[in-house]
């Protein structure tokens, strides 16, 4: 049965995510949720506590978006309309990174980084060292236990999952109008595309140890972790 966290504090996942950083060896942490939940931003305030308290350099976020498909392959495979969908990411090569990332043999992995703005991956933005002890990674699927994307649960250490609340579709419509989209279209594309994989990403919340119920309040704890 999966615990659940009751909109926790910052401070309380900072201390569950601590105990995975162990000097000289490599963890990963998975953070799951459907679109516009807030996983990046508690996954950014969690690596920012965590370096805080630890050490800089302790905890590097990897999410799962830099491994959009780009636009040009999408239109070609007539899936430009379901950006987003699962079919629409390269799952073999995030699973490979994370394979790399756990195997923790080189002195340094280059990983994606998604851009909003230009709706585009670019190439090694991010760097994760060796010395990284904890590696956190975000991402709409990495519950999922179909083709590709359940190889990913058996290569994290812990799986959390971010549920929704009720302002998350009202955040997505923002989000999608600030990055370039009419607000008619905006409010088009999360009820027909981003609910659909919503619905399909809150059905895999099972294989998550924990389900974390709302947001926390980050800007009220970061100063106490």
């Keep these: ?31 799951a949720g459907p679109p516009g939940a807030g996983k990046s931003t508690l996954a950014e305030a969690l690596v920012a506590a965590l370096d805080a308290r630890l050490g800089a350099g302790t905890a590097v976020l990897v999410p799962m978006d830099g491994f959009h498909l780009p636009n040009e392959e ?25 394979r790399r990332l756990r195997a923790n043999e080189d002195p340094e992995v280059r990983a994606p980084r998604f851009d909003r ?6 190439p090694g933005a991010i760097a994760v060292p060796r010395t990284a002890a904890l590696v956190v990674t975000e991402g709409n699927y990495l519950l999922l236990d179909d083709g590709p994307w359940a190889e990913i649960r058996p290569l994290l250490d812990e799986a959390w999952h971010l549920a929704a609340d009720e302002g998350r579709v009202e955040r997505l419509i923002a ?9 008619d279209r905006a409010r088009d594309w999360v009820h027909r595309s981003d609910e659909a994989n919503a619905r399909l990403v809150m059905s895999s919340a099972g294989a998550a140890d924990i389900l974390v119920l709302g947001l926390p309040r980050l800007s009220e704890d970061r100063d106490g972790t």
């Design 1 to 31: 049965m999966v615990a659940t966290l009751d909109t926790p504090s910052l401070a309380a996942l900072v201390e569950r995510a601590a105990r995975l950083v162990v000097p000289g060896e490599r963890h990963i942490l998975g953070i």
């Design 74 to 98: 999408l239109v070609r495979i007539g899936l430009r309309d379901r950006k987003g969908a699962p079919e629409t990411f390269d799952a073999e090569g995030f699973v490979r990174l994370l």
């Design 117 to 122: 703005s230009a709706e585009a991956s670019i």
């Design 175 to 183: 989000r999608h109008i600030a990055h370039g989209k009419a607000p």
